[in-house]
């Protein structure tokens, strides 16, 4: 069973960053992908950005070269830096594990832009 708890989500100005963190805790011994998906109001969830083994990352076309993904195998955890923020930014981020074959999802952080 794996456990994923957000942070770091909350209010910010266009143009903005934020980090998001999320730590997954349990009996783990390797994950084999970690992401980042948001829901904005109205719309389906989608892929923001994923790293797969720890190498390899993918991005949604709408948030390249503005966000970078990362992960810290000894903390188990992955971080969602978002820079250059625009209102269409906004929505839940949740982050997601794949782990034995199985998915597993975090509570979800708010992330609003606004002035």
């Known amino acids: 069973q794996v456990q994923l708890v957000e942070s770091g989500g909350g209010l910010v100005q266009p143009g903005g960053s934020l980090r998001l963190s999320c730590v997954a805790s349990?009996?783990?011994?390797?994950?084999?992908?970690m992401g980042w998906y948001r829901q904005a109001p109205g719309k389906q969830r989608e892929l923001v950005a994923v790293i797969i083994s720890g190498r390899s990352a993918n991005y949604v076309d709408s948030v390249k070269g503005r966000f970078t993904i990362s992960t810290d195998n000894a903390k188990k955890a992955v971080y969602l830096q978002m820079s250059s923020l625009k209102p269409e930014d906004t929505a839940v981020y949740y982050c997601?594990?794949?782990?034995?074959?199985?998915?597993?999802w975090g509570q979800g952080t708010q992330v609003t832009v606004s002035s």
């Open positions: 349990g009996t783990i011994f390797s994950i084999d992908a």
């Open positions: 997601n594990a794949l782990y034995l074959g199985k998915t597993y």
